[in-house]
């Protein structure tokens, strides 16, 4: 093997992985999701989600995220059926529509990538409309060790929904 082919593009270098869930408090419940990520690109809801009572415990909240972090997938293939896999999330999380899915939804977009864990709230803008979905909001996303220990975890799920807005009730 020649130096040449020690340093080919792409040889030896290994994108960081981005692995990501939801976590959503309801006044009902709470449900955790994962999300797995088209191939360098955007990330989509998938069906593997957990639903939890409303006053679940730091620890179990933990526990729960990281069991759908390590469910992450970041290789799917470009899809057109968006809506046939929101659709089936709908579906399994007990909703019958979009407007259930956002009504008094209080959502945290959740990111792992290079050790760190990345809660960032979002302003829930109701299921239509020019602001519709869950967006970013101006705070910087609250971020923590990976190795934090469940209970770690749960508390700063509880302290990102608090920095949540909800329009649409």
Not at 48 to 64: K, R, V, Y
Not at 75 to 89: E, V
Not at 132 to 137: A, D
Not at 141 to 164: F, H, Y
Request: with cysteine; hydrophobic share 35%; charged share 25%.
């Amino acid at each position: 093997m020649n130096i040449l082919e020690i340093f080919k593009p792409g040889q030896g270098v290994r994108k960081p992985t981005l692995l990501g869930a939801g976590a959503t408090l309801y006044p009902d419940k709470i449900v955790i999701e994962t999300v797995d990520r088209i191939k360098d690109s955007y990330g989509v809801i998938s069906t593997n989600l957990t639903i939890l009572d409303p006053g679940a415990e730091s620890n179990l909240l933990g526990q729960t995220l990281k069991h759908h972090l390590g469910m992450s997938r970041n290789d799917l293939k470009m899809t057109n059926d968006i809506d046939g896999r929101y659709a089936a999330y709908l579906k399994k999380a007990g909703f019958k529509n979009r407007k259930e899915h956002h009504r008094n939804a209080l959502h945290l977009a959740i990111h792992q990538k290079d050790l760190k864990i990345s809660f960032a709230p979002t302003i829930n803008g109701g299921p239509t409309g020019k602001n519709r979905g869950f967006m970013g909001t101006k705070e910087e996303p609250i971020t923590v060790d990976s190795n934090a220990s469940d209970s770690e975890l749960g508390d700063m799920m509880k302290l990102g929904w608090s920095k949540c807005v909800c329009s649409y009730t």
